[in-house]
């Protein structure tokens, strides 16, 4: 919109898939030993200077004032990361330490670079930030590979990955840009990864392993990274308290799988051609009545899919059944469920998935359970 160029607005069917998503990703998280933070949107320049955001990545930040303060709207979610960890002493023992976050960054773009969901200036990162001792590094990086494999199995992707190296515009001394390098490399060895080198297109603060998705139309989208980072703990002097009662500096990792929500979105619409898997769909269960005899029990219905949790609509119009199966079969909703005469007598329902086809009549309840082992399932 005019009002708002690069900032995207979602409407209610948008939100639906959006909230899905962000269910999904902290399920998965949770249950990979992942903790869940929220940081500030807007914080004080004095940070930025000393992330070093201020001398690389000035060009793409925005800022404000607040009582006459200078403040910059983050680009990036890692200093908050970064003060979470500092906010408390850290053992040895509680390491890795992995703290996830639902970002919202804004990142200035030029408007002639905007494009649709796919480039934007302000979206949501499924970032995190790992601190961990250097004996974790390759497992941690392991670990996190398979996370991203998971996840984008799940949804169908192939994807290939690239290992970017040290840019110009970077800080950090070279002896730890190789040692960084050289952990990714083993790690992608260790996962039995092939990998192409993409020269000089790390990140200012250290190298990292891109994943670039390949949806159903042969299209390439880099969404997932790992970056490794011994540059962050060393200036903002992170530590924690080793076995030997000692203060050690951690080494973090920066993490995203599917990059920005936002972006991720346009592409599932695109790789599904707006067919999305029930879990995902909108609108996961349409009931159509084929007169208005059937209306009644339509509603019935209605009520007791939304109390099992299941996003359902039911079509009560005065129109001929055809045109309502050929409307929600252009919508691409999973499930019809077509109630004639014959299933108000028997109190059952006709089944018509999108995938399946015609899949006859069964009860109510039996409906109910599939279509909810098909959404727990995914
Ligand atoms: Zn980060």
């Not at 933070?37 to 404000?64: C, Q, V």
């Not at 909108?282 to 339509?298: C, F, G, H, S």
């Not at 909703?333 to 028997?346: C, Q, R, S, T, W």
Request: aromatic share 10%; glycine share 8%; hydrophobic share 35%.
């Amino acid at each position: 919109m005019e009002e708002g160029p690069g900032f995207p607005f979602f409407l209610p069917k948008g939100m639906v898939v959006r909230n899905e998503l962000e269910n999904f990703w902290r399920q998965v998280h949770q249950k990979n030993g992942y903790k869940e933070i929220k940081t500030p949107i807007i914080l004080n320049e004095a940070l930025w200077h000393r992330s070093g955001h201020w001398d690389h990545y000035k060009e793409n930040m925005y800022f404000t004032k607040i009582d006459e303060q200078d403040y910059a709207v983050k680009p990036m979610n890692c200093p908050g990361g970064i003060l979470v960890y500092k906010s408390q002493m850290h053992s040895y023992r509680e390491l890795p330490l992995r703290l996830g976050e639902l970002g919202l960054v804004h990142r200035h773009e030029i408007s002639g670079a905007l494009h649709g969901l796919m480039r934007v200036r302000c979206f949501t990162q499924d970032d995190a930030h790992i601190f961990m001792l250097p004996s974790q590094i390759k497992d941690e990086v392991l670990g996190v590979i398979n996370l991203i494999d998971h996840i984008y199995k799940l949804f169908g992707f192939e994807y290939h990955v690239e290992l970017s190296t040290r840019p110009e515009d970077s800080m950090g001394s070279d002896e730890d840009w190789e040692n960084a390098t050289n952990a990714l490399i083993d790690a992608l060895n260790a996962a039995g990864l092939e990998y192409k080198i993409n020269e000089g297109d790390g990140a200012f603060y250290g190298p990292k392993i891109d994943f670039h998705l390949k949806d159903c139309l042969g299209r390439t989208w880099q969404c997932g990274t790992i970056q490794l980072d011994f540059q962050m703990p060393e200036r903002f002097d992170l530590h924690y308290i080793g076995e030997d009662g000692e203060k050690h500096r951690p080494v973090m990792i920066h993490r995203v799988i599917f990059g920005s929500i936002e972006r991720f979105i346009g592409i599932l619409i695109e790789h599904y051609a707006g067919a999305f898997p029930t879990w995902l769909a909108p609108v996961q269960v349409k009931i159509l009545p084929v007169t208005d005899r059937a209306n009644e029990y339509a509603r019935q219905l209605e009520e007791k899919l939304k109390e099992s949790g299941i996003r359902v609509e039911a079509d009560l119009r005065n129109e001929k059944i055809g045109y309502k199966i050929r409307e929600a079969q252009l919508q691409k909703v999973p499930y019809m469920l077509i109630l004639g005469d014959k299933e108000v007598e028997a109190s059952n329902v006709s089944v018509r998935s999108r995938k399946d086809g015609d899949m006859g009549a069964m009860s109510v309840e039996d409906f109910i359970s599939k279509i909810k082992e098909e959404i727990d399932k995914k």
